[in-house]
């Protein structure tokens, strides 16, 4: 254990830290203002210099209140380590005390934005498992000040023991930014397009703001709607638009992959996993065994080729799940060998793998039918108010195609395998999904059903978890009623901690 600093005694943040508040502060207030400020010096040239004054005295003092309360915000941050607990006082106007029991922290993070890494320090992010967010976020310590003080809070655990051996210590994993490249190619690009049109959509609006307060708010449209109209007439630009829009998907999945996962490095400690990740934000952190809830490997017929898979990690989270994106963690451009070892340290994956698979009832495909049928008939009744031609009712024939391939390939991925101890469960379309769950993870368990599930005697099982839930849907009454019998049963008699 580091006991260079003291920590017994209420502490701050480094000095350096008044920069990273200031900076994040201002970077807080431009994003809500760039508009209105680049509507005031659109016409810069034209105030006076009466004006101009006005203009710069506040912009100034704003700037100067910005600094204020990021130096209050920094001067009221203050933190101990008191009796297993750690405690923290912060604020301006309200001022609140905040006191985490040892036992209650799941992972102390280390994170470094561009701003901290110039400055050369970093941020410290402890998380607990009740909490929907980041518990405490402190902003600017030194390297040593936050290593001594994970040190401190994890002594017990003795997670930490040997830090200073990462050095010489050979990784579990280590990806370079070519396999980062192969990586990124088997990423899901059509998540990756759609995030960026969703910022284009952002921008789009924001900028319609900006034309309306010129009294140009046709000006966008109607660019849009000249472009429509040569788009139509073109079947060459049609093509030209298809490719562009796969080169921006693969180029969209590279920079998230490249500046989320650049030099990935994983050491294996203790059963516990340390993940140092990331460029513009490097972040750092300890996946522990008993705080781990379930895994999910997934693969798709290119992983497969260049033989990797991925790793999903999640822990445990509070009711809010979405709010912390189920605080998953995940490892790429895993090999083969590595997955098996990954399943080994964790809950000895390996009995449930040798099981037949067991597949959901014929029922949840006609659900998915039926479904299907009445997102199509919405989709061909919203083609006919907007094109206003028949015509366009021929893209059924590439549509229901479509749609029918993709519900037999969900069909065919929904299977569920059953251990002793492990609950394994498929799912996917063209990822393929494999969540493994020890069954003393499970917190409850439910089953649903429907008014035409029970006429077909199926129902869901829900399986609830402190990191979400696993459903597996259209199971047989009867064997529905078996899993949830000995689901029960084996979280009942099991001496297993699940945190």
């Given at each position: 254990m580091n006991n260079t600093f003291d920590f017994s005694k209420f502490s701050h943040q480094s000095k350096k830290g008044i920069l990273v508040i200031y900076g994040n502060l201002l970077y807080k207030f431009f994003r809500v203002s760039w508009i209105l400020l680049f509507l005031i010096f659109k016409d810069f040239s034209k105030f006076?210099?009466?004006?101009?004054?006005?203009?710069?005295?506040?912009?100034?003092?704003?700037?100067?209140?910005?600094?204020?309360?990021?130096?209050?915000?920094?001067?009221?941050?203050?933190?101990?380590?008191?009796?297993?607990?750690?405690?923290?006082?912060?604020?301006?106007?309200?001022?609140?005390?905040?006191?985490?029991?040892f036992d209650r922290i799941q992972n102390i993070n280390f994170k470094q934005n561009i701003i901290q890494q110039i400055i050369n320090v970093h941020?410290?992010?402890?998380?607990?498992?009740?909490?929907?967010?980041?518990?405490?976020s402190i902003k600017a310590l030194s390297f040593e000040k936050a290593k001594a003080l994970k040190s401190q809070l994890t002594s017990s655990k003795a997670v930490l023991e040997k830090e200073t051996e990462k050095v010489v210590e050979k990784p579990f994993l280590k990806i370079n930014p070519l396999e980062l490249l192969k990586i990124s190619l088997t990423e899901n690009h059509i998540q990756s397009l759609l995030i960026f049109v969703a910022l284009l959509i952002g921008l789009f609006q924001q900028l319609q703001q900006v034309f309306k307060g010129l009294l140009k708010d046709n000006l966008i449209a109607d660019y849009i709607k000249e472009s429509s109209n040569s788009f139509h007439q073109s079947i060459f630009v049609l093509i030209v638009f298809v490719i562009l829009l796969v080169f921006v998907a693969i180029l969209s999945s590279f920079v998230r992959v490249f500046l989320f996962h650049f030099n990935l490095t994983v050491f294996v400690k203790d059963e516990a996993f340390e993940i140092y990740q990331g460029l513009l934000t490097k972040k750092s952190f300890i996946l522990k065994k008993d705080k781990i809830q379930n895994i999910t490997i997934s693969t798709n017929p290119i992983k497969r080729i260049l033989g990797i898979s991925f790793i999903t990690f999640k822990q445990a989270v509070s009711g809010k799940v979405?709010?912390?994106?189920?605080?998953?963690?995940?490892?790429?451009?895993?090999?083969?060998?590595?997955?098996?070892?990954?399943?080994?340290i964790l809950f000895n994956f390996s009995d449930v793998d040798?099981?037949?698979?067991?597949?959901?009832?014929?029922?949840?495909?006609?659900?998915?039918?039926?479904?299907?049928?009445?997102?199509?008939?919405?989709?061909?009744i919203a083609f006919y108010f907007m094109?206003?031609?028949?015509?366009?009712?021929?893209?059924?024939?590439?549509?229901?195609?479509?749609?029918?391939?993709f519900?037999?390939?969900?069909?065919?991925?929904?299977?569920?395998?059953?251990?002793?101890?492990i609950l394994l469960v498929g799912a996917g379309s063209?990822?393929?999904?494999?969540?493994?769950?020890?069954?003393?993870?499970?917190q409850n368990i439910k089953m649903k059903q429907s008014f035409f599930q029970e006429r077909n005697k199926v129902v869901d099982l829900v399986f609830q978890t402190a990191s979400g839930k696993i459903k597996l849907p259209c199971i047989e009454e009867k064997e529905a009623i078996k899993i949830y019998d000995y689901t029960l049963f084996k979280v009942e008699t099991s001496k297993n901690s699940w945190m």
């Open positions: 006076t210099d009466q004006k101009l004054i006005y203009i710069y005295l506040g912009i100034g003092l704003t700037l100067i209140f910005i600094l204020i309360r990021g130096y209050l915000l920094f001067k009221n941050f203050q933190f101990k380590i008191e009796k297993n607990h750690f405690v923290l006082k912060q604020g301006v106007f309200k001022k609140t005390n905040t006191s985490i029991s941020e410290v992010n402890i998380e607990t498992a009740g909490s929907n967010k980041t518990e405490i979405n709010q912390k994106k189920e605080k998953l963690i995940r490892i790429v451009g895993c090999k083969k060998e590595q997955v098996e070892k990954v399943k080994k040798l099981l037949e698979k067991k597949y959901a009832h014929f029922h949840l495909k006609t659900r998915m039918y039926f479904r299907t049928s009445i997102f199509l008939l919405f989709i061909n094109f206003t031609d028949l015509k366009i009712f021929l893209s059924n024939f590439l549509l229901v195609p479509f749609f029918i391939f519900i037999n390939l969900i069909y065919k991925k929904r299977f569920y395998k059953m251990s002793d101890d063209i990822e393929t999904h494999f969540t493994y769950l020890p069954f003393f993870k499970v």
